[in-house]
């Protein structure tokens, strides 16, 4: 049995289809009737449009929606398309499929394996959502406070007129006065800070070594492998006496003054504080005496220079109530115990001291020190002038086989808060990030200790990093890092120009000289960028001068407990006899009464 093809259309006359086929295009069933097809168009074609296929046996029978169509271009070989025509066998199953319906519409679950599931999140619980968006609200909330607050800040610092001045730092304790102006005293000048940046003058270098005394201990290198990880608890040193001695109480520079080594005298604490003043926010007082033809800087009792200031040059303000641990004055008195206790742990306690010239000229007889060694170092100004400083170096360290001087001092972490980094995370990982902070906030702390170490000789700066063990316990704290730097290179990294700071002391010295014989007070002022030289009386500052008190909020001492010991006996004694007292009243009106 053949294929039967059937008989093809000829068109005798022209090009297309005949008008009428004379013969059956589809022979149907057994009867081998003739068919023809009801819905096969002519579809006229261009010879640009690509054509499709004549005939798919792998068609979709769904495929009969438009959009299906449209997506997949099927509107080109729509004219190919047989399922819509009632003797095509592909309309044989239309009828069923128009009338089923779906009763479920939801997607069939996808699988939970596979590649496509396996590295894809699991979703987040509600309740962790809720919780999130809260947290977020909260940060939102604190960002938009610190907005404001430095809005305020920037305001009313306009308003003021200086870096560090204006109302808005006035209500704060700190920001007042390190010394009473008394009436009596007669003000002879104002220096700005913009014209000590203009100074600069040149000292010989290195200056002359006349005298060392005290003595060193070696600095223990282990503490130089502490990290976050692997932090040591700081200790406390009360049996070891610190001593923080003015210029013209000092011995050797009364011996020295009387030799005519010089004609200025000082400390290394005096002078640098002279050199970073344009850095400087809070206020201090250094006294200056013109004797015949030297001059004393000297410092009071109790000064500001005793203390190590915490965030003095931040944005941030510390809180207003003395007795709030995170206070200036608080923290002032917490970061001067922390740097003492530092500078002690750090050495090897083996017995091994290196002893100088003399011994520490204001230990009493077998009495314990700390380890520290004071170099008396003499500056040429000019012809006529000549400076002699007190210097400290706090231990002795060997470096390529020779002997190496170095300063040790610590810096204080109190709060994460304030400063924005927590130095337990990012000490390791951005060192640097926390140096640059620590210089935004502290810049005239660690510029002074810079000055120091360059006064001093030192070959190495140690910097400690010590936290609380919780940010509200002030007592307890652990040391995180010590990093060690060269004086000149740690001074060129937070710029600070030796040239300018020599010029600073030189224009000072040089007005100092033009005075007449007297005592004087050089005052940074607590609002302004400027010092004020007042002529005070000779007897102010001693124990027989008469002043007004200063209030209870301005005096800056530190804590002693045997102060603290002595007011509390006090207090009890106080207590004890207004008891008496008012007992006796008590009888006294009872016996009345009964009369």
Request: aromatic share 10%; proline share 7%; net charge negative.
């Amino acid at each position: 049995m053949g294929f039967d093809v059937g008989v093809i259309p000829f068109n005798l006359d022209g090009w297309g289809p005949p008008d009428a086929n004379p013969a059956p295009l589809l022979l149907s069933g057994n009867d081998r009737v003739a068919t023809r097809p009801a819905n096969i168009p002519f579809a006229p074609f261009s010879r640009s449009e690509k054509l499709g296929r004549v005939a798919d046996w792998t068609r979709n029978p769904n495929f009969g929606s438009n959009a299906a169509r449209s997506a997949a271009g099927g509107d080109r070989d729509a004219v190919f398309d047989f399922a819509l025509d009632e003797s095509s066998a592909l309309s044989v199953g239309a009828g069923d499929d128009a009338s089923f319906r779906l009763v479920d519409g939801k997607p069939p679950p996808r699988p939970k394996f596979g590649p496509r599931w396996r590295f894809q999140q699991r979703p987040q619980l509600p309740q962790r959502r809720d919780e999130e968006v809260e947290a977020k609200k909260r940060e939102a909330e604190k960002e938009r406070a610190r907005r404001d607050r430095f809005y305020n800040l920037h305001h009313r610092f306009a308003a003021g007129g200086g870096f560090g001045g204006g109302p808005n730092r006035r209500d704060s304790p700190v920001f007042k006065s390190s010394v009473d102006i008394q009436p009596e005293w007669t003000m002879l000048d104002q220096i700005p800070f913009s014209t000590f940046s203009k100074l600069s003058f040149s000292v010989p270098d290195p200056p002359e070594d006349l005298l060392v005394c005290g003595g060193l201990e070696f600095y223990d290198r282990s503490f130089d492998r502490i990290n976050p990880k692997n932090e040591r608890r700081l200790e406390r040193f009360k049996s070891r006496n610190f001593f923080k001695v003015t210029t013209t109480d000092d011995p050797v520079i009364r011996r020295l003054a009387a030799d005519d080594k010089a004609t200025v005298f000082a400390t290394d604490a005096i002078l640098s504080a002279l050199m970073c003043a344009p850095r400087s926010v809070y206020s201090w007082d250094i006294i200056i005496q013109r004797v015949g033809n030297k001059l004393f800087f000297d410092k009071r009792d109790g000064s500001q220079l005793d203390l190590l200031s915490v965030n003095e040059t931040s944005q941030e303000l510390l809180p207003d109530a003395k007795e709030d641990i995170n206070s200036a004055f608080s923290l002032s008195t917490e970061a001067t115990y922390i740097n003492q206790n530092f500078s002690q742990q750090v050495l090897l306690r083996d017995g091994n001291k290196i002893t100088f010239d003399e011994p520490n000229p204001f230990a009493s007889e077998g009495e314990e020190v700390a380890s520290v060694a004071y170099r008396y170092r003499r500056w040429k100004l000019d012809d006529e002038t000549q400076l002699i400083a007190r210097c400290e170096v706090h231990s002795i360290t060997d470096v390529k086989g020779q002997r190496a001087f170095m300063t040790l001092n610590a810096l204080n972490e109190f709060d994460p808060k304030y400063t924005g980094l927590d130095w337990r995370q990012k000490l390791e990982t951005q060192r640097g990030a926390v140096l640059a902070t620590e210089l935004k906030n502290n810049a005239n702390k660690l510029a002074k200790w810079t000055a120091q170490a360059l006064l001093s000789g030192a070959d190495l700066m140690k910097l400690g990093y010590v936290s609380r063990v919780h940010p509200r316990d002030h007592y307890n704290h652990v040391i995180l890092s010590v990093i060690g730097y060269k004086p000149r290179d740690f001074s060129a990294q937070i710029n600070l120009n030796t040239s300018n700071m020599w010029g600073i002391v030189k224009s000072i010295v040089d007005l100092c000289m033009k005075l007449n014989e007297g005592k004087y007070v050089l005052v940074k002022d607590p609002v302004k960028p400027q010092v004020r030289i007042y002529e005070v009386p000779v007897d102010a500052f001693e124990n027989d001068y008469v002043e007004q008190p200063l209030p209870e909020e301005e005096q800056v001492q530190p804590p002693a407990e045997e102060d603290a010991t002595a007011s509390a006996m006090d207090a009890a004694a106080e207590a004890v006899a207004d008891t008496a007292a008012g007992a006796a009243e008590e009888e006294k009106n009872a016996d009345a009464f009964a009369v």
